[in-house]
């Protein structure tokens, strides 16, 4: 019998161009993406080829796995993704460990003793005193899922129990909350000074908190006649989407900005310390002009705020969701609600008979 042939190959995506390896046995193609790296491609190639002809493709994993030994390795194969999101996967992670230790505590020594019905189990059991919202319930269910894929993908398992699984319903009628402009006028006169110009900054330009303190003068155009910031990430820093996207500014953020001039040589807001922010500050800040204004609310408000305004201006949730920088258009719909008159005005233009 020939031995299999591992072939390299390229995929193109809105990240730009990734390599993998592929390879057939049996008539079944498997496929590895490598990285963005031509040469490590190459060199997996070779890896890859010289396993099978060790003929160790294809041998299952035969030692046993415990849930905290895979939830270790999975959490450390993300390289990838958000710190944040990296710690809602923990936290899901943490409490299905916790309940199966206390329910299930044999399958916890061998992930192949673990059945769909314990997960099914666990995502129905109240936690800390209260049942899982559905939307909770389902991150959760994703991120358990996601680990046992990769179970299986390591030959760990031969299917995930997660498989067959179904979600929880979502009813989605949240509606965005929002600071009306006299609300603002009361935060803006409350506020520490030096807080306001951040805070004023991200309601004009519908950025996250983590974006505006990771901001660098590299990533602000002042020059031309359209003045605007980019955002993007960085080895330091990973927007939530990991794509880019270009904020045009409003005169009174251009202004702001241009205070900030001379403050710090890399970020365009650093803390008052002279230093990279952190992240409490600004929210510290925020709380206590809105316990002065009698108000409630968090930072993130400001982006629902910059988005709310602009919906109510007559502007299009299209050009809203590009702002925000949404993926998909179902996030940016929360703002819907605010425009009802728009409705009125596209029907107005059909043929008076």
């Given amino acids: 019998m020939a031995i299999p042939k591992v072939g390299i190959y390229s995929v193109q995506s809105k990240n730009g161009k990734s390599w993998g390896i592929r390879w057939s046995i049996n008539g079944k193609e498997h496929k590895e993406i490598i990285g963005s790296s031509k040469k490590q491609a190459e060199q997996a190639a070779l890896v890859k080829q010289n396993e099978i002809f060790e ?18 390795e ?16 923990t936290n899901y992670f943490n409490a299905f460990t916790a309940f199966m230790d206390e329910h299930f505590p044999k399958s916890t ?6 059945k769909r019905n314990y997960i099914e189990e666990f995502l129905n059991q109240p936690f800390k005193d209260r049942t899982w919202a559905p939307k909770t319930a389902n991150g959760a269910l994703a991120a358990i899922n996601s ?25 989605d009628n949240t509606e965005a909350k929002y600071f009306t402009k006299e609300e603002l006028e009361s935060i803006w006169k409350n506020v520490n000074p030096y807080w306001g110009d951040f805070l004023k900054v991200l309601y ?14 590299n990533n602000v155009s002042l020059d031309d006649e359209l003045k605007y910031i980019t955002i993007i990430s960085t080895k330091e820093y990973r927007t939530k989407t990991g794509e880019k996207r270009t904020v045009p500014l409003h005169p009174k953020a251009v202004a702001i900005i241009k205070k900030q001039a001379g403050k710090h040589d890399k970020y365009v807001f650093p803390g008052q310390e002279g230093n990279k922010i952190h992240p409490d500050k600004p929210y510290r800040a925020l709380k206590k002009a809105l316990t002065k204004s009698k108000l409630d609310g968090t930072v993130h408000k400001l982006r629902h705020t910059f988005a709310s305004h602009l919906v109510i201006a007559g502007e299009s949730i299209y050009a809203v969701k590009e702002l925000l920088g949404h993926k998909d258009i179902a996030h940016t719909m929360i703002y819907a609600h605010l425009s009802p008159n728009k409705l009125q005005d596209v029907v107005a233009k059909l043929f008076d008979f």
């Fill in 109 to 114: 020594k061998n992930i192949r003793e673990i």
């Fill in 74 to 89: 999975f959490l450390g194969s993300k390289r990838n993704v958000s710190p944040s999101t990296k710690t809602r996967y």
């Fill in 147 to 171: 680990m046992f894929l990769y179970a299986v993908n390591e030959e760990y398992l031969d299917k995930a129990p997660t498989k067959s699984v179904e979600k929880f319903q979502q009813v």
């Fill in 55 to 72: 003929n160790k493709i294809g041998v299952k994993k035969e030692e046993i796995i415990d849930l905290a030994t895979l939830t270790k």
């Fill in 204 to 217: 004009y330009t519908g950025a996250r908190k983590g974006e505006l303190i990771n901001l660098t003068w």
